[in-house]
């Protein structure tokens, strides 16, 4: 069974840092395509980075390029989201999302992210 497990998140400050981790069981995390994804109150879903497979290889929403970053610690099959100075739009549950080689993705149930200003 695959399960993806979102930690990390709270209520910050505008200009704070959090670190967003999702921990996968039923999948190794440098074996499949990943990102983060985020959900504002009334909005779609909205892209936020994907998971790189080296440095360099991932990308950003240009909503936080220069400010968030991502990466894997393969020892313990988990990937996470580096989110620095943040901003009262940045307030969302974010979601980490693994994708199967043969279609489909596996969902994590969200961790709520909220910025004050």
């Not at 080689?101 to 969200?110: C, L, N, V």
Request: proline letters at 2%; charged letters at 20%.
């Amino acid at each position: 069974q695959v399960r993806l497990e979102e930690s990390g998140g709270g209520l910050v400050q505008a200009g704070e840092s959090l670190r967003l981790s999702c921990t996968v069981s039923g999948r190794t995390v440098n074996r499949y395509s990943m990102a983060w994804v985020r959900q504002a109150p009334g909005k779609d879903r909205e892209f936020v980075a994907t998971i790189g497979w080296s440095a360099g290889s991932d990308y950003y929403a240009d909503s936080v390029k220069g400010r968030f970053s991502t990466s894997r610690d393969d020892t313990r099959n988990t990937a996470y989201l580096q989110m620095n100075n943040l901003k009262p739009e940045d307030t969302a549950v974010y979601y980490c999302k693994l994708d199967e080689a043969q279609g489909g993705a596996y969902w994590g149930q969200g961790t709520q992210v909220t910025v004050s200003a």
